[in-house]
T-cell receptor
């Protein structure tokens, strides 16, 4: 089955630093990847849609200059949290939709970011 | 009103019980319905995917969609301790394309006690 790998699974950083999270589709090509954020006991909230070879589409209220998304290839999207602050501490999850047009998403295992 | 409402629980049942998980939605444009299972500190994994009203069965799991009342359910028969997880309903109006977007419920935390 389709597998999405996310790295790192956990990261702790100091306030003001930047953190990069990678999302890879291991056995399929993904023209579109999605980045979600999940706070404790809350649902997944879509942050942005990452499109290979073009700019990401951000949801309302998500700062594009703070959450930089790059989708440089059909198997890799990265999310960089710039100048991270404690309120950015959250569980970040990526997902991918196969280029074949499947209507379901495959999720990565998530990355837990803690900003001190 | 949120687009997808789901009782967060927690729900605790004995092993072997039948579990019923439910969501309601408000947008009649939603056509595709999914249930995801999420273990603690992990990403969601797809359990069931349905398109139309009716039932879909897969092993111990049955997904039910009633578009007339905008109500979706997941039933788990013979529940096992390994079923203990958070169950998220999700829906979308789009069949695909660059604007494909899932709307999730808040998730119901289920514990199956041995």
């Amino acid at each position: 089955g389709a597998v999405v790998s996310q790295h790192p699974s956990r990261v702790i950083c100091k306030s003001g630093t930047s953190v990069k999270i990678e999302c890879r589709s291991l056995d399929f090509q993904a023209t579109t990847m999605f980045w979600y954020r999940q706070f404790p006991k809350q649902s997944l909230m879509l942050m942005a849609t990452s499109n290979e070879g073009s700019k990401a589409t951000y949801e309302q209220g998500v700062e594009k200059d703070k959450f930089l998304i790059n989708h440089a290839s059909l198997t890799l999207s990265t999310l960089t949290v710039t100048s991270a602050h404690p309120e950015d501490s959250s569980f970040y999850i990526c997902s991918a939709r196969q280029s074949s047009g499947a209507n379901v998403l495959t999720f990565g295992a998530g990355s837990r970011l803690t900003v001190l | 009103q949120k687009e997808v409402e789901q009782d967060p629980g927690p729900l605790s049942v004995p092993e072997g019980a039948i579990v019923s998980l439910n969501c309601t939605y408000s947008n009649s444009a939603f056509q595709y319905f999914m249930w995801y299972r999420q273990y603690s500190r992990k990403g969601p994994e797809l359990l069931m995917y349905t398109y139309s009203s009716g039932n879909k069965e897969d092993g111990r799991f049955t997904a039910q969609v009633d578009k007339s009342s905008k109500y979706i359910s997941l039933f788990i028969r013979d529940s096992q301790p390994s079923d203990s997880a958070t169950y998220l309903c999700a829906t979308t109006a789009n069949s695909g394309g660059s604007n494909y977007k899932l709307t999730f419920g808040k998730g119901t935390l289920l514990t199956v006690n041995p």
